[in-house]
C-alpha cells in the first residue's frame, strides 16, 4: 500500500492543506510528544510545547526545503521549543554529581530491587542522565537518527555526536556502578 | 588486549548503537560486522549497547500519548489562522515529483491524453476565431454553449489511481460530467457535474451518487 510521504505532505500543508496537516500530525505526535517530554520532564508542558510544534509546522512548511527528513525537521522545532522552556524557567538540570549523590543515600528496597533488575536499573539510569546525554541516547536508539542527522537536530559536528554518545554511554555506566551494577565498561 | 588494539577498537566501537538502531550505511555495516566476528570483547560490549538500546526503547514507550487536548488546541489555533493561496514554495520540484510517482501509467496515460485533447480544441478554436476574422464575421465559437465557470455545478475529483483510462472515459460520458480543469495539485479535477447551478439538497445528492462510483477516489463540491 502507498503511502504519502512526508515531504508530500508538507508540500500541502503550504498550501494549506488542513487535512494533510492532520495526517503528518497523526504520524509523528506521539515521538515528538515523548522527545520533549523527556527535556521538560512535565507532561502538561510537553503538549503545550507540542501544539506549538505542529502550529510552527503549518506556518513554516512553505519554507521547507527539504534538506533533511521531515521527522528531523519536527525534532529539531521540538528540541528548541523544549530548550526555550528549560531556559524561561531557569531550571538548573540536575547535576550528575548530585543525582549520584542522592542515588548513593541509602540502598532502600527500590535500591535493592533495581540491582536484581537490571533492565529497571538501566532505565532509571537513563533518566538520571543530563538532559545533554538523555537527548543523544533518545535520538539515536529511539528515534532512530543516524548520525549526520543527530548532528543537524542537536547543531554540533558529527565528531561531536560521536564524542557525546560516548560519554553519555560512560556516565550511565558509573550510574549502574554505583547502583552495584559493574558492567565491565569502559 | 594490547594499547594498540584498544584504539583500532575505538572507531568501530562508536558506531555500535547506530549499527544496533540499524541507521548505519552499507559500509559501516560491513566494518562493524567484519569486527564483531574478529573481536570477543567488542562483541560483549556489543551486548551492553544492545542492553542500552532495549531500556531506552521500553523508557520512551512507557512514557505516553499526548491527550487529544494537544490536538483541540492546535487546530483551534490552525482554524483561527488567516487563509492563505497555495504557497509556490522551493520545495515544487518535489511536489511536481511526488505526484507524479504517485500516478499509475494508466492514469498518466489518462491525463497525457486529456491535455492532448484540449490543446486539438483550443487549436481548432483560435482556427474558427481566425477564419472568422478573416471572413468577416463576428466571433462565434465552434461549440456551443458555453461552459464557463460561471456556469453548472462543479466538483473536485481526485480519480483512484489504478483507474484506467477507459474506465474514467466511461464515468465521465455515464453521468455526462466533463473536466473544467486539471490536473491541479494533489491529482484533483475541476469537473462541471451538471450544466446549471443545482440547489445545494441537489448537489449533494449527486455527489453522492458519483463517490460511489469506483474509479472515484475522492470528490467535494466546489466553485
Request: aromatic share 6%; with cysteine; charged share 25%.
Amino acid at each position: 500500500m502507498q503511502t504519502t510521504s512526508d515531504e508530500n505532505l508538507i508540500g500541502r500543508i503550504g498550501g494549506g492543506d488542513r487535512l494533510a496537516m492532520q495526517v503528518l500530525y497523526a504520524r509523528h505526535h506521539v515521538r515528538v510528544y515523548r522527545f520533549m517530554l523527556r527535556l521538560v520532564r512535565n507532561e502538561a508542558t510537553a503538549e503545550d510545547l507540542l501544539s506549538d510544534v505542529f502550529l510552527d509546522v503549518w506556518r513554516q512548511a512553505g519554507k521547507f526545503e527539504g534538506r533533511s527528513a521531515v521527522s528531523t525537521w519536527l525534532l529539531s522545532i521540538a528540541r528548541f521549543k523544549a530548550l526555550s522552556v528549560l531556559r524561561q524557567r531557569g531550571e538548573e538540570e540536575l547535576d550528575d554529581e548530585q543525582a549520584a549523590a542522592i542515588e548513593d543515600q541509602a540502598d532502600d528496597p527500590e535500591i535493592a530491587m533495581a540491582k536484581k533488575d537490571k533492565g529497571e536499573a538501566l532505565r532509571q539510569c537513563l533518566s538520571k542522565l543530563s538532559a545533554e546525554h538523555r537527548e543523544v541516547i533518545d535520538l539515536v536508539y529511539y528515534h532512530e537518527k543516524p548520525v549526520d542527522e543527530v548532528a543537524a537536530i542537536v547543531g554540533v559536528p558529527e565528531a561531536t555526536v560521536k564524542t557525546r554518545m560516548f560519554y553519555a554511554r560512560k556516565k550511565l555506566s558509573e550510574l549502574l556502578k554505583q547502583r552495584g551494577i559493574d558492567r565491565g565498561w569502559p | 588486549m594490547t594499547t594498540a588494539n584498544e584504539s583500532g577498537r575505538g572507531d568501530i566501537e562508536d558506531l555500535l548503537p547506530w549499527y544496533a538502531a540499524g541507521t548505519l550505511g552499507p559500509r559501516d555495516i560491513q566494518r562493524v560486522e567484519t569486527a564483531l566476528a574478529e573481536d570477543p570483547e567488542l562483541a560483549r560490549r556489543y551486548q551492553l549497547v544492545r542492553e542500552e538500546s532495549a531500556q531506552t526503547i521500553h523508557l520512551n514507550e512507557t512514557l505516553g500519548a499526548p491527550s487529544a487536548r494537544a490536538a483541540e488546541t492546535l487546530f483551534a489555533k490552525i482554524d483561527a489562522e488567516p487563509a492563505r493561496a497555495p504557497a509556490i514554495s522551493g520545495n515544487l520540484g518535489a511536489r511536481i515529483r511526488d505526484f507524479f510517482a504517485a500516478l499509475s501509467p494508466h492514469t498518466v496515460a489518462w491525463s497525457a491524453a486529456a491535455a492532448a485533447i484540449a490543446i486539438v480544441l483550443q487549436a481548432g478554436v483560435i482556427g474558427v476565431v481566425l477564419l472568422n476574422e478573416k471572413n468577416g464575421g463576428g466571433y462565434e465559437t465552434a461549440s456551443a454553449p458555453s461552459t464557463s465557470s460561471g456556469d453548472g455545478t462543479y466538483a473536485l475529483i481526485r480519480f483512484q489511481p489504478q483507474s484506467s483510462a477507459a474506465d474514467i472515459t466511461h464515468f465521465l460520458d455515464a453521468n455526462k460530467l466533463n473536466i473544467a480543469e486539471g490536473p491541479l495539485a494533489g491529482g484533483l479535477f475541476r469537473v462541471r457535474i451538471a450544466p446549471t447551478r443545482l440547489a445545494q439538497t441537489d448537489r449533494d445528492r449527486l455527489i453522492t451518487t458519483l463517490q460511489t462510483d469506483q474509479v472515484v477516489s475522492f470528490i467535494a463540491a466546489t466553485q
